[in-house]
């Protein structure tokens, strides 16, 4: 082989092309980083024809004898540089974590209070052949994604609860809080002796030291606001978990805000303040209990915010010789370095430090260098570019991502009437698309009973009669000893006869009586007379209890239609909701004289707010009087669109 490191080639279904590897390469470095994508490059002559192989959907295992198998890597680019007439072509590679990012998760996947480990391997083992060794106890989480790539929505998890992610092995991602140490001593090794040097692995020589960066970025008080926009925006009320308190501050329109903060850092380097949006942070659906879901997540996201912004963050580039041990991205190694020139002591330095990036060179020539950014705070500066990526993946979120947004609502007017033993009723409802009330105004006002016709006018009829039974007497002649007496039929006709009747003397001691129609006798009777034939008299006769059908013609009756008004209001009108009288808190009773209630306003909030995405009843009563209740309920309300079941 032309030198201590090598490549294979192989096609995008892990096939090896050509006839062996790249043996003839004149640099190879790897770097490894923390919390996002690593990578490769190397270079070789361009005249080797295995270069054809090396094209878009490319992958490559590179090999080095001192540091073994450094991995499996994808074509990222390739530059072809000629110089002098030689050509070189230069390829710069991801490492595998780059697969994670080219499928995405998809289309409303969620998580609902469940254990962020269980989550992290669910989305990894979306990727074949992938799997995740992540942490346990981390906590629970609800989070939805919204076609997120895989390494996007790792990425949001690990932004959430202040973890770390890395390139374990062959497809295996590790997630975690990291930060073991290494054992690693980096140092310029002023008065060490070499021969201690040679047994001591653990130290690496350092060549040359950079200060990157030291980080002004301190934020102490942290007002977190999720999903949503103005006062439709999710916040952090109504959380109940994480370390801080929520606190309330006041918006310049007197509405509220609210914050964490870190009285320690205030202390030492005065109020620093940063609004932090997380579009992404929503409530899984719209129940009291997953907007409490929400409230927390966001919460402990302003959280692993305040923590990585305490204190002033100081990164390091630190290039070494002979980094003999193992070190991980997440570790940490120890930092002794002095620089003293002309007895005054520029740097000064003996702390331990979190690894970001590791990067190893190697060239043909035998050189061997290793550089290590390290930092105070484990905890990715931002680029330029990562703004960009940041700005690009927040564009996306709200393409794809349930927007929180406000919607006015009205429920009435309703024209109800009412009096002492009637109440006037109406229902204020809510669905379930609806996150929070942000307000609710009930407006009333009573007015007179009114209707639409008044007199009507009656034909005159005879209305049915019903007689009583009783005795009649019916008028006698006198003297005849054959002689009747009439009785209408209607009132007695016994056998059926529709004729009147006769009465005749028969035997004078026993005063019989015969019953006959127009043809003669018919049967005999009883005893209904006495005395003499020839004696004026009278006869009882019994009438059964009856009544008279009485038959009305068709008619009709005239209307008179016109706008006709009581004169009587409402008087001492009370108002409760759900069952529960909330007059005199609401400043009632109204009316208490009576007389017309002007439009009055009152403020129900709190009452709805109780529960939402149900019904509400909303009640009016008074003490006496009559008349008609006007009411209505104006409400503005945080939303978010559901899926429809």
């Known amino acids: 082989m032309g030198s201590d490191f090598y490549a294979d080639i192989l096609d995008a279904n892990d096939v090896k092309l050509g006839d062996g590897p790249l043996v003839n390469l004149v640099s190879l470095n790897d770097t490894s980083s923390l919390d996002q994508i690593g990578g490769a490059s190397f270079a070789f002559p361009a005249a080797d024809p295995r270069s054809q192989y090396i094209t878009a959907g490319s992958q490559f295992d590179l090999y080095d004898r001192v540091d073994g198998n450094l991995g499996r890597f994808l074509y990222k680019s390739k530059a072809?540089?000629?110089?002098?007439?030689?050509?070189?072509?230069?390829?710069?590679?991801?490492?595998?974590?780059?697969?994670?990012?080219?499928?995405?998760?998809?289309?409303?996947?969620?998580?609902?209070?469940?254990?962020?480990?269980?989550?992290?391997?669910?989305?990894?083992?979306?990727?074949s052949g992938w799997?995740?060794?992540?942490?346990?106890?981390?906590?629970?989480?609800?989070?939805?994604?919204?076609?997120?790539?895989?390494?996007?929505?790792?990425?949001?998890?690990?932004?959430?609860?202040?973890?770390?992610?890395?390139?374990?092995?062959?497809?295996?991602?590790?997630?975690?809080?990291?930060?073991?140490?290494?054992?690693?001593?980096?140092?310029?090794?002023?008065?060490?002796?070499?021969?201690?040097?040679?047994?001591?692995?653990?130290?690496?020589?350092?060549?040359?030291?950079?200060?990157?960066?030291?980080?002004?970025?301190?934020?102490?008080?942290?007002?977190?606001?999720?999903?949503?926009?103005?006062?439709?925006?999710?916040?952090?009320?109504?959380?109940?978990?994480?370390?801080?308190?929520v606190q309330t501050g006041t918006n310049a329109d007197a509405s509220s805000f609210y914050y964490i903060q870190d009285a320690t850092s205030v202390a030492a380097y005065g109020l620093r303040t940063q609004i932090l949006t997380l579009p992404q942070i929503t409530p899984i659906t719209n129940s009291a209990a997953n907007i409490v879901n929400a409230a927390n997540a966001l919460k402990l996201s302003a959280e692993a915010y305040i923590a990585r912004h305490l204190v002033p963050k100081i990164t390091y580039d630190v290039s070494v010789r002979a980094l003999r041990q193992t070190v991980k991205v997440g570790d940490t190694v120890r930092l002794r370095y002095r620089g003293v020139v002309d007895g005054?002591?520029?740097?000064?330095?003996?702390?331990?430090?979190?690894?970001?990036?590791?990067?190893?060179?190697?060239?043909?020539?035998?050189?061997?260098?290793?550089?290590?950014?390290?930092?105070?705070?484990?905890?990715?500066?931002?680029?330029?570019?990562?703004?960009?990526?940041?700005?690009?993946?927040?564009?996306?979120?709200?393409?794809?991502?349930?927007?929180?947004?406000?919607?006015k609502d009205r429920v009435g007017p309703y024209s109800l009437r009412m009096d002492s033993t009637h109440t006037a009723d109406f229902t204020a409802s809510f669905g379930n698309e609806v996150l929070a009330l942000n307000y609710a105004k009930l407006r009333f006002k009573t007015s007179p009973l009114k209707s639409s016709v008044t007199t009507v006018s009656t034909a005159s009829s005879t209305a049915a009669t019903t007689t009583s039974g009783g005795s009649q007497t019916p008028t006698s002649a006198s003297g005849d000893a054959l002689h009747y007496h009439y009785v209408p039929t209607q009132h007695w006709t016994p056998g059926g006869s529709d004729y009147p009747v006769y009465i005749r003397a028969g035997d004078a001691a026993a005063g019989d009586y015969f019953v006959a129609n127009m043809d003669g006798f018919t049967g005999a009777g009883g005893n209904v007379k006495t005395g003499s034939d020839s004696t004026t008299h009278t006869h009882t006769v019994t009438v059964a209890a009856?009544?008279?059908?009485?038959?009305?013609?068709?008619?009709?009756?005239?209307?008179?239609?016109?706008?006709?008004?009581?004169?009587?209001?409402?008087?001492?009108?009370?108002?409760?909701?759900?069952?529960?009288?909330?007059?005199?808190?609401?400043?009632?009773?109204?009316?208490?004289?009576?007389?017309?209630?002007?439009?009055?306003?009152?403020?129900?909030?709190?009452?709805?707010?109780?529960?939402?995405?149900?019904?509400?009843?909303?009640?009016?009563?008074?003490?006496?009087?009559?008349?008609?209740m006007e009411a209505e309920v104006r409400m503005l309300e945080t939303i978010q669109a559901i899926a429809v079941s």
């Open 80 to 127: 072809l540089n000629e110089s002098q007439g030689e050509a070189m072509l230069a390829v710069d590679c991801y490492d595998q974590l780059r697969e994670l990012s080219r499928d995405s998760v998809y289309l409303r996947r969620t998580y609902t209070n469940a254990d962020v480990a269980t989550v992290v391997a669910a989305l990894v083992a979306l990727f």
């Open 131 to 245: 799997s995740a060794t992540v942490d346990a106890g981390i906590g629970n989480t609800s989070v939805i994604f919204q076609g997120e790539s895989g390494l996007i929505a790792i990425d949001a998890l690990r932004d959430r609860w202040n973890k770390h992610y890395r390139l374990g092995a062959a497809r295996e991602l590790q997630f975690g809080a990291f930060g073991a140490s290494s054992g690693v001593v980096l140092t310029n090794l002023r008065g060490q002796v070499q021969a201690e040097f040679a047994t001591a692995t653990e130290i690496a020589i350092v060549d040359t030291i950079r200060l990157v960066e030291e980080s002004d970025e301190i934020f102490n008080r942290i007002v977190p606001l999720g999903a949503g926009q103005g006062v439709a925006q999710l916040t952090i009320l109504g959380a109940t978990l994480g370390s801080y308190a």
């Open 344 to 407: 005054y002591s520029y740097i000064d330095v003996d702390a331990d430090f979190y690894v970001m990036d590791i990067t190893r060179s190697r060239s043909v020539g035998g050189n061997r260098t290793a550089t290590l950014t390290i930092a105070t705070i484990a905890a990715r500066r931002t680029a330029d570019t990562d703004v960009m990526l940041n700005v690009i993946n927040d564009l996306n979120a709200l393409k794809v991502h349930v927007p929180i947004s406000l919607s």
């Open 546 to 628: 009856h009544t008279h059908d009485v038959t009305v013609p068709a008619h009709n009756h005239t209307l008179s239609y016109g706008i006709y008004q009581d004169t009587a209001y409402p008087t001492s009108i009370s108002v409760a909701v759900d069952g529960t009288d909330r007059t005199i808190v609401l400043g009632g009773p109204w009316a208490p004289a009576g007389g017309a209630l002007a439009s009055t306003e009152v403020d129900i909030s709190n009452y709805l707010a109780i529960s939402l995405q149900t019904n509400h009843t909303i009640s009016f009563s008074c003490a006496s009087g009559q008349g008609e």
